[in-house]
């Protein structure tokens, strides 16, 4: 199973950045999609998840308004559009991937089956 994350990048506070992650080796419909960050100095933390139809999305609160997460199972890839960064939003984005997505579990990095390399996300005041 490959993850592999792009469209990090260098951004000022206000501006949007599309993180996209192509997966391949899974029979990715079958598969929750989420995001995880980590910053500096901090343990990762869960961002988004999308349910295998992506009809069903969840949020962690400080990115609610701001962030969406959607995929596109025909081309095998999830999303994260990320509006009005702020500097508290720099960290390695990284992409994961998990077959049985329990609602107890979802912001367990542990519980998560397969994780992409990361993509740095850095946003300037």
């Known amino acids: 199973v490959q993850l592999q994350a792009s469209g990090g990048g260098l951004v000022q506070a206000g501006d949007s950045l599309r993180l996209s992650c192509a997966a391949s080796g899974l029979i990715f419909r079958n598969y929750a999609m989420g995001w995880f960050r980590q910053a500096p100095g901090k343990e990762r933390e869960f961002v988004a998840a999308i349910r295998r139809t992506g009809h069903i999305t969840y949020n962690r609160d400080s990115v609610k308004g701001r962030f969406t997460i959607s995929r596109d199972n025909n081309q095998n890839t999830v999303y994260l559009q990320m509006n009005s960064l702020e500097p508290e939003d720099t960290a390695v984005y990284y992409c994961?991937?998990?077959?049985?997505?329990?609602?107890?579990?979802?912001?367990?990095?542990?519980?998560?089956?397969?994780w992409g390399q990361g993509t740095l996300v850095t946003v300037s005041s």
């Open positions: 994961t991937a998990d077959e049985r997505l329990i609602m107890s579990s979802l912001s367990v990095a542990a519980h998560w089956d397969y």
